[in-house]
Structure formats: structure tokens, C-alpha cells
């Protein structure tokens, strides 16, 4: 599941309409900034949003995109992903490649779109990373330099680019915030099923069952489509969807741990360490600031 998910590099999901726009379609707190980033002159720039929860429509642009959650948690969907973007995290979009953000709340966005020129891309269509203190400093910084900067500017070309080449290294090692995204309808439906009732546990029985196939034809179907098997999907569903929760401060561990079903703290924390390599509470106090003790 680290590796698996890979994002088609061309083409919308079934059932959308491919748009080259910024993608945003719900209100913003701040009036709106319609902005098509392969419009504006200058070859990168910077934008900075407070988004309330809602989704945005699927679209593209030819540029790349870095895009760094100041605070709260968005869902990135791209290709055959779904990415989990939590606070004080980055993630990097290859240009040209078809994908929409989820907010379930409040989030503060810090957007850097780089002119394909200025770099190659990842190749991946995209990667969810952690930024040490050197790339949050780098991209507030270059919130100085929005959309209408002066298109020829080489402190902020220099700059722009020197960040680009940094956020490509930095994004090779990719967190394991991230599921796939089904091409079958029959899966897309079981998968849909599997999230909506992770508090319960759902057996592969009832999750075949959701998506009108035998327990066979899942497993076949999610080796085939999604490069996994069912249990390691739903384990990193259920850690993906503890790490939400967790980041809700007045819900405590051990809250977390029976929502999603599990009946001992000790199986819960284990099994999240070894799914993001730190404990729910180091966890939490990695993206909210608290002591993690």
C-alpha cells in the first residue's frame, strides 16, 4: 500500500468532465480568485486560501502544483488515488494531471504553481510528503509573489525554481497517506462500503457483498486494480481515517481507537506505529503541536 498508488497521468475518472481551471468551485471564506494558472504570465507564483469544507471539481492545468496544508486536513484525488493531505504536510502534482480536492473542514491552503519549464515532473502523477522547518519557511515566504507579480522578476524565478528542485527531493519519500481508486464500478461501489463503515469492521463477505461480487472476485478485483489484497486495504483505511480523527483535540486516543473498532489500545497503537512509524500521540502532536509525551 506505501508504494501502490499511482496516479494515470492523462485521464479523467469515469463519469467527470476533464477541465483546464483551477478546480475550486465552492466558496472561499476571502472573495473568490478565479485564477487559470496556465493564464497568468509569469512562469510560477503563489497563492494563499482559507477553504471552509466542500469539494472542487475535477480538472488539469499544464503546470505543476505544490501544495502545502498550513492547516487542516484535505483529500486529493488523483488518477487511480486518494491522497490524504494532513496538516503541515505537502504534496506535489505532476502538470497535466486530472484531480480534485475534499475538505471535510476548515483548512488553510498554501499553493505553488512552477511552469513545466522551470523542471521535470515527478513522473508519478503525485506524492503526499512530509517538509521539515526549511520548505514551510521556503513556501510562506514565497506567498509574496502571488499571480500578478511582475512576469519578469529573476529573484522570484531563481527562487521559484530553487524550491521546485527542493520539493521534488523532498517528495521521494512519499507518506503512506493514500488508497485507490477503483476503475470497476462493482469496486468502486465496495470500496465506498468498506469507508462508510470502518467503525464496524466489515469482513470481506459484507464488502463483496456491497459491491455485488463474490468474495473471490474481490480479492481478484483489488489485486487486479488496486495492486493490494483486502486486509492491508482496510487496515490502511482504518489508520488513514484514525489519523482524521486524531486530529480533532478534543477526542483522545483511546476514543479513537473504539471508533474504528478495535477493542484493545495496545492492538490500536501497534498497529499504528507500524502502518506511520510513530505513535497516535506522537502523531498528534507532530501535526496539532501538542506534547506528545
Known sequence: MRDGCRARPRSCPRGTQE????????ERRKPPMVIDPDAVPALAFALSDELPPGSGAWHQHRRHQLLFAAAGCLHLEVGDARWMLPPQRAAWIDGDTPHRVELRAPASLRTIYLDPTLGPPLGVGCRVFAVGELASVMIRHAMRWGPKRPAEDPLADHYFTTLGMLAREW???ALPTCLPRPRSPQLQRALAYLLEHLEDEPTAANVARAGAMSERSLARRLRRECGTSFRALRQAARMMRAME??????TSVTEVCYALGYGSLGTFSSSFREFAGVSPRQWRAEHLGEDGG
Open 171 to 173: 517528495a521521494q519519500q
Open 19 to 26: 477541465g483546464r481551471n483551477p478546480g475550486f468551485t465552492w
Open 245 to 250: 480523527l486524531l486530529l480533532v483535540p478534543e
